[in-house]
Nanobody
Framework: QVQVAESGGGLVQAGDSLRLSCTAS????????MGWFRQAPGKERSFVAA????????VYGSSVKGRFTIDKYGAKNTVHLRMDNLKPEDTAVYYC??????????????????WGQGTQVTVSS
């Protein structure tokens, strides 16, 4: 059974940095890539970033490109989201998930198979 767990959320000020981490236990990493989405109150879940299981392909949402970096390092099946120059509009619950293989569907939440419970990120102005 696959379990996904996020960590690293918190309250920061605008311009600060924060790192989120996500580990998917019980996952066959040769079949799944991993990604981050976020959901603000009253809004739909939106794509943030995803990384191919090989670690050599990354894709970012337009609102975070150039400020956020997704990477794989450390423990097996663990990805990290480095968030720099945070803005109040980045405030949301951030969810990590797994998606089969790699392709344009990595930006589509409906294609994700396993999800974590989410971690709150709040950016004050």
């Amino acid at each position: 059974q696959v379990q996904v767990a996020e960590s690293g959320g918190g309250l920061v000020q605008a311009g600060d940095s924060l790192r989120l981490s996500c580990t998917a236990s019980g996952l066959d990493s040769s079949e799944y890539s991993m990604g981050w989405f976020r959901q603000a109150p009253g809004k739909e879940r939106s794509f943030v970033a995803a990384i191919r299981w090989t670690g050599d392909n990354r894709v970012y949402g337009s609102s975070v490109k150039g400020r956020f970096t997704i990477d794989k390092y450390g423990a097996k099946n663990t990805v990290h989201l480095r968030m720099d120059n945070l803005k109040p509009e980045d405030t949301a619950v951030y969810y990590c998930g797994t998606v089969r293989s790699w392709g344009p569907w990595a930006e589509d939440a409906s294609k994700y198979v396993h999800w974590g419970q989410g971690t709150q990120v709040t950016v004050s102005s």
